[in-house]
């Protein structure tokens, strides 16, 4: 042994500690996991309590509690349990579901596109996903039963990714400026299909589609959650396994195939995922932009890339802002329930062109 590996090489039995940037990213991790958890349980208590009808948060524990068979002290309010369960527990039960899968969705769509401006809304799926659900609603398909429309909006959503999957690719990459453009097109595309069905709908049609294209969470019931949270349940399952070759499609294809990914085939699994997401999504609540793209890039800035820890605390994010923005929906304006597709969009849409600003100013140009 040289003189210099005898300096550097550590002694035998003692123990060598992490590095401290090591420690101290797993610390970030722990930190914003425990805060997420923590700000979600309040917003979701806080959801359940406010509304029309004012209820304490002590009498939403106790509700919670006789439910489950615990000895809860206090009296009981007929009318107030009745509002939680049949009102306010699902519509909060679908806002975590569904703000959980565009989050999730997004940090896959962002991992096969290596490149943080991609989003489920942005590259088209939601748009397919919609046209899919109002085809299904205007020509009164019924083939699957109560699933028909979530079925038609999943097919329609994977139709469109995989498009412009394939209308952008170009040499092997994927050019975020030909992945925009494309989504705009497939945007444009479903978004013409979807005026063609307004016109082709009776009244009632027409209602239900511009409900799916401002997105809402107003009338959520258990039978929906049942029907959607087995889904996303699948597609969350799905989406942790892909996360260890989702980090080492991160260091490039030539790199993932060299120690044994099959990326094209890591990619279309991602794809479906991502669509079976989304399509669940929107089958039941509509367009809502933006949540697959401003979540995981900003869980991205706080704690790295690597896709393990990303998907948990994005899956934890989105829940928790899906959560407020119902909440600001039922409660900002009187009697009223905004759509909740419009209030992510005002908070999506400037997050989004900050995105693009910092994308531009990093590369020098888009050229």
């Known amino acids: 042994m040289t003189g210099l590996e005898a300096r550097v090489a550590p002694a035998p039995n003692v123990a060598v500690p992490p590095p401290v940037a090591s420690r101290s990213r797993v610390g970030r991790i722990t930190l ?39 000895p809860v002290a206090g009296p009981s309010d007929d009318l107030v349990t009745q509002a939680l369960w049949t009102i306010r527990f699902p519509r909060v039960v679908m ?54 429309t979530p079925l038609m909006a999943f097919a329609a959503g994977l139709v469109a990714t995989m498009l412009v999957y394939g209308l952008s690719r170009a040499g092997g990459r994927t050019e975020v400026v030909t992945l925009l453009l494309t989504g705009i097109a497939v945007n444009a595309f479903t978004g013409a299909g979807l005026a063609f069905l307004t016109f082709l709908g009776d009244q009632q049609a027409r209602e239900q589609i511009v409900f799916w294209q401002l997105g809402s969470l107003n009338g959520s ?10 889904v996303v349940g699948l597609g969350l399952v799905g989406s942790v396994v892909l996360t260890r070759s989702l980090d080492l499609l991160s260091l490039g294809d030539r790199a993932a195939r060299h120690v044994g990914v099959r990326v094209e085939a890591v990619r279309i699994v991602a794809i479906v995922v991502v669509a079976l997401l989304v399509g669940a999504a929107v089958a039941f609540a509509g367009i809502i932009a933006f949540v697959g793209l401003v979540v995981p890039h900003l869980m991205r800035m706080l704690i790295g890339p690597a896709h393990g820890p990303l998907l948990l605390v994005s899956t934890l994010g989105g829940a928790l802002l899906l959560t407020i923005a119902d909440l600001l929906a039922r409660t900002l304006v009187p009697y009223a329930d905004l759509p909740i597709g419009m209030l992510t969009s005002l908070v999506g849409g400037p997050f989004f062109f900050w995105l693009l600003r910092r994308a531009r100013r990093r590369s020098g140009g888009w050229a």
Request: hydrophobic residues 60%; glycine residues 14%; charged residues 5%.
């Open 32 to 70: 914003l996991t425990v805060g997420l958890v923590v700000a979600l349980v309040v917003a979701t208590l806080v959801s359940a309590s406010v509304g029309q009808l004012g209820i304490s948060p002590a009498e939403v524990l106790r509700a919670v509690g006789r439910s489950i068979g615990l």
């Open 95 to 148: 806002a975590l579901v569904i703000g959980a899968a565009l989050a999730a969705a997004g940090v896959l769509m962002q991992a096969v596109f290596a490149n943080p401006l991609a989003d489920p809304g942005v590259v088209g799926v939601s748009g397919g996903a919609a046209f899919g659900a109002c085809a299904s609603i205007v020509f009164g398909l019924q083939f699957a039963g109560y699933w028909t």
């Open 221 to 230: 019931m258990w039978d929906q959650a049942a029907a959607i949270a087995p």
